[in-house]
């Protein structure tokens, strides 16, 4: 059957693979890339569209867009620093509002709103997925080593809404998943800083993250959805 796929986040390192890996799939019949700086294609099956996850007008007019329906949303965006800007706190005395108020508004709200706007274009009938980047450290049982509070606050409060939106889902589209998923520790610009001390053998690039990532996705039921799984498939508790 011939998918439609959007990815959010397509300039992104995850975001990327991701996007590379379906465009080779020839059951993907139309994939949107969205960035904030719209990436120019050849293939007429991909189609680029710009948003930005604080301005829910541009996720809107995105939805607009796409032909519907769309039988996965993969959700790539997120944010651990940002020069000049927030950096994961070692210790309480670091937190800042601001610091904070931004890693929500990218970790957390933007991908609602996502939610908020894309959710209605799923299939009733059939399988389709919403999948969004969260991370281990978001888990609030899995937490012993503390620190980087903000990130991981917002990954712990985007997995509380995807679980709230799963429910919510369920009702009018008893097929459809909504999942959260664990790269594992992936090469990217967002990983680079803190990669000393991973092992080479679990430090994994974009693109073998991005085929496991898949996998997952393939192989997730409509009685999982809600949860959050990491890159082998195992799930990660809240
Ligand atoms: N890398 C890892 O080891 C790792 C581990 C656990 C979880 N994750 C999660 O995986 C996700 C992707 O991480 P990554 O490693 O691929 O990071 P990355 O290479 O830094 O990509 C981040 C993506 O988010 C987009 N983004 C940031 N702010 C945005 C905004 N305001 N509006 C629209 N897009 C925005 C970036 O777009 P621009 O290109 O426009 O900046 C980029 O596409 C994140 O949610 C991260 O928390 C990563």
């Known amino acids: 059957m011939a998918l439609r796929a959007v990815i959010f986040g397509a300039s992104g390192g995850i975001g990327a693979a991701v996007a590379a890996r379906l465009a080779e799939d020839s059951g993907v019949e ?11 294609q050849t293939d007429a099956r991909l189609v680029p569209f710009a948003f930005d996850l604080t301005d829910e007008a541009s996720i809107a007019a995105a939805a607009a867009g796409v032909d519907r329906p769309v039988d996965l949303v993969f959700v790539g965006t997120g944010m651990l620093h940002r020069a000049g800007g927030p950096a994961p706190e070692k210790a309480y005395r670091a937190l800042d509002g601001a610091a904070m108020a931004e890693l929500f508004a990218i970790n957390t709200i933007g991908p609602a709103l ?28 899995d937490n012993r080593l503390g620190g980087w ?38 090469d990217t610009g967002l990983s680079a800083p803190f990669q000393r001390g991973v092992a080479p053998e679990k430090l994994f690039s974009p693109e073998v993250s991005a085929g496991y990532l898949l996998d997952v996705i393939s192989n997730l039921s409509p009685a999982e959805s809600g949860g959050i799984f990491a890159w082998d498939g195992a799930p990660v508790p809240y």
Request: charged fraction near 15%.
């Open 30 to 40: 139309r994939l949107y890339l969205g960035s904030r700086a719209p990436l120019p």
């Open 114 to 141: 996502i939610a908020k706007h894309f959710l209605p274009l799923l299939p009733r009938d059939r399988r389709a997925v919403f999948a969004a980047l969260s991370a281990r450290v978001g888990s609030i049982a």
């Open 149 to 186: 509070h903000s990130y991981r606050a917002s990954k712990a409060a985007l997995n509380m809404l995807l679980v709230t939106l799963a429910i919510e889902l369920r009702r009018t589209h008893p097929l459809a998943i909504v999942a959260g998923l664990h790269p594992g520790t992936v």
